[in-house]
């Protein structure tokens, strides 16, 4: 069975950082794009970051210079750094995984697997 569990989120002040991991599980992902999307109160979900199976990034906009994504294939492992943390990224977490091949790595419906999500808070 496959699972995706996300850990590191917490309660962080403004300008402050994180490190979200996303451990998966039951098969290997060596082939796979590995996404994190977020979802704040009353909005929908929303593509953060990507890494493809070759290690190349995607982020949305307002991230770009302040997250991080990173991917450990021995551990099967990816990871978002997030960095100069503001209050509009408070949001649940989530991270994603589908097999490469497509070039679109922002939309939602093109990933097959999910994680339950980790909740990240950014005070003011």
């Known amino acids: 069975q496959v699972q995706l569990v996300e850990s590191g989120g917490g309660l962080v002040q403004t300008g402050g950082s994180l490190r979200l991991s996303c451990a998966a599980s039951?098969?290997?992902?060596?082939?796979?794009?590995m996404g994190w999307f977020r979802q704040a109160p009353a909005k929908e979900r929303e593509f953060v970051a990507a890494i493809s199976s070759g290690g190349r990034t995607y982020y949305r906009d307002s991230v770009k210079g302040r997250f991080t994504i990173s991917r450990d294939s021995a551990k099967n492992t990816v990871y978002l750094q997030m960095n100069s943390l503001k209050p509009e990224d408070t949001a649940v977490y989530y991270c994603?995984?589908?097999?490469?091949?497509?070039?679109?790595?922002?939309?939602?419906?093109?990933?097959?697997?999910w994680g339950q999500g980790t909740q990240v808070t950014v005070s003011s």
């Open positions: 994603a995984a589908r097999m490469d091949g497509l070039l679109n790595y922002t939309t939602e419906r093109t990933y097959n697997y």
């Open positions: 039951g098969r290997t992902f060596r082939g796979y794009v």
